[in-house]
């Protein structure tokens, strides 16, 4: 497989198998070396990424059956131990029971700490958009990280970076709306992100939900929303099942404003025509 300095391999492909890491920390470390360590000696990362740790039944389960098959990056950090990638795995270890854990321990400092647990945790797929923007966000007001070092480093068009770091602008309350509804396109929150208040991505978000809208709608009404346009030339109203995938439903009204009820009546007029056949 031909692969470049800004792609690691399929996500398919376990980590500790991952050349473009296991290359990343060789030219960040001069010998890193796996020991075992003990549980009691070692320390969160305080800027770790990760805003939630998730379900951690299976990889409880997987670890007291099998142990511990990948070690943790650590480094030395005043006479103890500090996580650098790996915190699921060390509380997964601590919560059954476990007295050490294999680690890589690595001498770093804390922006390359900082740069190595978000790449890990990117071509994990663990961290979510608000996730990844907020660690990018760090990288920068913490190091004073450019974006263009930032795409260097984490192996993306700075355009992206950009785009991501922009999402972070999104106030927490609305992030949970945005969870609550499953809006989780990066195209989708960088619209949401654009707008100049709370009020008016609160009101992108539920026409968004309620319209199932596709990302060229969300896009003009997003405009709309800015006062950028006029918006939208006609009522777009998109509904795709979550239990079928074999259809999805789209209707254009020649109206720019319709209401639910006025959607029930359409469908129910729709359906009447197509019994009648």
């Known amino acids: 497989m031909q692969r470049t ?6 996500h398919y492909v376990g980590m500790r198998h991952d050349d473009h890491f296991v290359d990343l920390i060789s030219s960040r470390s001069a010998g890193p070396r796996i020991r075992m360590i003990s549980l009691t000696e070692i320390d969160p990362n305080p800027h770790q990424a990760r805003s939630e740790l998730g379900n951690m039944k299976e990889l409880m389960a997987s670890i007291k059956k099998k142990g511990v098959l990948e070690p943790i990056l650590v480094r030395p950090k005043e006479g103890r131990y500090e996580i650098i990638a790996g915190e699921r795995r060390y509380v997964a270890s601590q919560r059954i029971g476990l007295g050490e854990i294999p680690c890589i321990e690595m001498n770093v400092e804390d922006n390359e700490a900082m740069e190595l647990a978000l790449i890990e945790n990117l071509q994990r797929r663990d961290l979510d958009m608000f996730e990844e923007s907020d660690g990018l966000r760090s990288l920068i007001e913490i190091y004073g990280y450019n974006h263009n070092q930032i795409a260097e480093i984490i192996g993306k068009a700075r355009s992206t970076i950009t785009e991501i770091i922009s999402v972070g ?9 945005c969870k609550q509804f499953g809006i989780t396109s990066r195209s989708t929150l960088v619209e949401i992100a654009k707008q100049k ?3 008016k991505m609160f009101k992108l978000i539920t026409e968004i939900k309620e319209r199932e809208l596709r990302r060229e709608d969300t896009r003009e009404l997003s405009k709309k929303i800015k006062g950028k346009t006029k918006g939208l030339g006609h009522f777009v109203y998109n509904y795709k ?5 074999y259809y999805k439903l789209r209707i254009e009204f020649k109206r720019k404003s319709v209401s639910k009820d006025e959607i029930i009546k359409v469908l129910e007029e729709i359906i009447k025509r197509l019994k009648s056949k």
Do not use: V
């Open 197 to 199: 208040d709370k009020d």
């Open 241 to 245: 099942p979550s239990s079928a995938e």
């Open 5 to 10: 300095r800004k792609s690691g391999l399929p």
């Open 169 to 177: 602008k999104i106030p927490n309350d609305i992030r949970k709306i």
